[in-house]
C-alpha cells in the first residue's frame, strides 16, 4: 500500500529537476500523476515543447504507474483549468497540486527590466495563483485536497541580484497563508516548501569566488532534488492532513520548519509619536531587534546534512 493509493496528482514543472522528482515519486506512492511542464529554457525565453513531461510520464508508465502529460503554461489561467479537467477526465479526480514550475531572470535591481521583472512574476506569483485557484472549488466540493506551493529562501530571507524571484515567492507564502486560513474548515491544505536542491536553477548561479565555488559544489553534491520531493509528496497525504499553513524547507536530510512574521518588539508613548522623538527614542530602543541584511548563506552557513 502506497500512501497515494487512490489519489490523482498534478506536478507542474514536472519535466526536471524537483518536478520530476515529485511527479516519479507520488506515482511511486500510488497516485495518479498529470505531469506538466512547458518544457522550455530556465528564463522561460522558448516555448518548449511536450517532451520533457511525455518522457516523465512514461517512464511512470514503463515503471507500472498510471500517468498523463501535459505540456501547457502555468501562467494561462484556461491552461490550468484544463490540466484540472484533463486529472478528472482521465483519473476520475484530483487530490492534490505540486507546483514547482519556475523560471529564472536573475539581474540587479537597478537594471531590471519590466520584461524580466513581469515574467517572473507570471510563472512564480500568478502560476501558484492559477494552479490554486482552477482547483480550489473542486477541493472544497470534495472537502479533501492538498496544495504543496513552493517559496524561497530569497523571499523568506534574501538574495542579491533577485529580486524579481523574491518579491514572487513571498508572495507565494501570503497566498498560502490565506488559501489555508479560508480552506481548514473543508479539509483544504496548503503548504510552501523553499527547497534547497541541485537542479539547473542552481547550476546557472554565477560562481564569483573561491567560497561561492565551495557552496555550489555542497548544494551539487549534498543536496537532491528526491530529497525536497519527499516532503512535497508527504503533504499530499492522508497523514499529513493536520499539517496547514506552514512553510518548511529541506536542505538535504534536514527539513526545516520556518517561523512565520510575527511582532517581536514594541514601543509606545503615551503623548504620541514625533518624527524627532521616533528617532531620539523609538528607533533606538527597537534597533537591537532588527533583522540584518544577511543573505540566505547567512542564516544557513553550515555544510548539509
Given at each position: 500500500?502506497?500512501?497515494?493509493?487512490?489519489?490523482?496528482?498534478?506536478?507542474?514543472?514536472?519535466?526536471?529537476?524537483?518536478?520530476?522528482?515529485?511527479?516519479?515519486?507520488?506515482?511511486?506512492?500510488?497516485?495518479?500523476?498529470?505531469?506538466?511542464?512547458?518544457?522550455?529554457?530556465?528564463?522561460?525565453?522558448?516555448?518548449?515543447?511536450?517532451?520533457?513531461?511525455?518522457?516523465?510520464?512514461?517512464?511512470?508508465?514503463?515503471?507500472?504507474?498510471?500517468?498523463?502529460?501535459?505540456?501547457?503554461?502555468?501562467?494561462d489561467?484556461?491552461?490550468?483549468?484544463?490540466?484540472?479537467?484533463?486529472?478528472?477526465?482521465?483519473?476520475?479526480?484530483?487530490?492534490?497540486?505540486?507546483?514547482?514550475?519556475?523560471?529564472?531572470?536573475?539581474?540587479?535591481?537597478?537594471?531590471?527590466?519590466?520584461?524580466?521583472?513581469?515574467?517572473?512574476?507570471?510563472?512564480?506569483?500568478?502560476?501558484?495563483f492559477?494552479?490554486?485557484?482552477?482547483?480550489?472549488?473542486?477541493?472544497?466540493?470534495?472537502?479533501?485536497?492538498?496544495?504543496?506551493?513552493?517559496?524561497?529562501?530569497?523571499?523568506?530571507?534574501?538574495?542579491?541580484?533577485?529580486?524579481?524571484?523574491?518579491?514572487?515567492?513571498?508572495?507565494?507564502?501570503?497566498?498560502?497563508?490565506?488559501?489555508?486560513?479560508?480552506g481548514?474548515?473543508?479539509?483544504?491544505?496548503?503548504?510552501?516548501?523553499?527547497?534547497?536542491?541541485?537542479?539547473?536553477?542552481?547550476?546557472?548561479?554565477?560562481?564569483?569566488?573561491?567560497?561561492?565555488?565551495?557552496?555550489?559544489?555542497r548544494m551539487?553534491?549534498?543536496?537532491?532534488?528526491?530529497?525536497?520531493?519527499?516532503?512535497?509528496?508527504?503533504?499530499?497525504?492522508?497523514?499529513?492532513?493536520?499539517?496547514?499553513?506552514?512553510?518548511?524547507?529541506?536542505?538535504?536530510?534536514?527539513?526545516?520548519?520556518?517561523?512565520?512574521?510575527?511582532?517581536?518588539?514594541?514601543?509606545?508613548?503615551?503623548?504620541?509619536?514625533?518624527?524627532?522623538?521616533l528617532?531620539?527614542?523609538?528607533?533606538?530602543?527597537?534597533?537591537?531587534?532588527?533583522?540584518?541584511?544577511?543573505?540566505?548563506?547567512?542564516?544557513?552557513?553550515?555544510?548539509?546534512?
Amino acid at each position: 500500500m502506497g500512501i497515494l493509493d487512490g489519489k490523482t496528482v498534478l506536478v507542474t514543472g514536472g519535466g526536471n529537476g524537483i518536478g520530476k522528482e515529485c511527479a516519479l515519486m507520488a506515482a511511486q506512492h500510488g497516485a495518479n500523476v498529470v505531469v506538466n511542464d512547458l518544457g522550455g529554457s530556465l528564463s522561460g525565453a522558448d516555448e518548449g515543447g511536450a517532451g520533457p513531461a511525455e518522457a516523465v510520464a512514461a517512464d511512470i508508465r514503463a515503471a507500472g504507474g498510471q500517468a498523463v502529460s501535459n505540456s501547457d503554461s502555468v501562467t494561462d489561467y484556461d491552461a490550468v483549468a484544463a490540466m484540472v479537467e484533463q486529472a478528472k477526465d482521465a483519473f476520475g479526480g484530483l487530490h492534490a497540486v505540486i507546483n514547482p514550475a519556475g523560471i529564472l531572470r536573475d539581474g540587479m535591481f537597478h537594471k531590471m527590466s519590466e520584461a524580466d521583472w513581469k515574467a517572473v512574476i507570471d510563472v512564480h506569483l500568478h502560476g501558484s495563483f492559477n494552479v490554486a485557484r482552477a482547483s480550489i472549488e473542486h477541493f472544497r466540493d470534495q472537502e479533501d485536497g492538498s496544495l504543496v506551493l513552493f517559496t524561497s529562501t530569497s523571499g523568506l530571507i534574501g538574495n542579491i541580484g533577485q529580486a524579481n524571484y523574491a518579491a514572487a515567492k513571498l508572495g507565494i507564502a501570503g497566498l498560502s497563508r490565506i488559501i489555508a486560513m479560508e480552506g481548514a474548515r473543508k479539509n483544504v491544505r496548503s503548504n510552501i516548501i523553499a527547497p534547497f536542491a541541485w537542479t539547473r536553477m542552481i547550476a546557472s548561479i554565477p560562481v564569483k569566488d573561491e567560497a561561492g565555488a565551495e557552496r555550489v559544489e555542497r548544494m551539487r553534491t549534498g543536496m537532491r532534488a528526491d530529497q525536497v520531493a519527499q516532503l512535497a509528496v508527504t503533504l499530499c497525504a492522508d497523514g499529513a492532513k493536520h499539517v496547514n499553513g506552514q512553510i518548511f524547507s529541506v536542505r538535504g536530510n534536514e527539513v526545516v520548519l520556518f517561523s512565520q512574521p510575527r511582532p517581536v518588539k514594541s514601543v509606545s508613548r503615551l503623548e504620541g509619536w514625533t518624527p524627532e522623538t521616533l528617532i531620539e527614542h523609538g528607533l533606538s530602543a527597537m534597533e537591537g531587534s532588527f533583522t540584518d541584511l544577511g543573505a540566505t548563506t547567512s542564516v544557513f552557513p553550515y555544510p548539509p546534512v
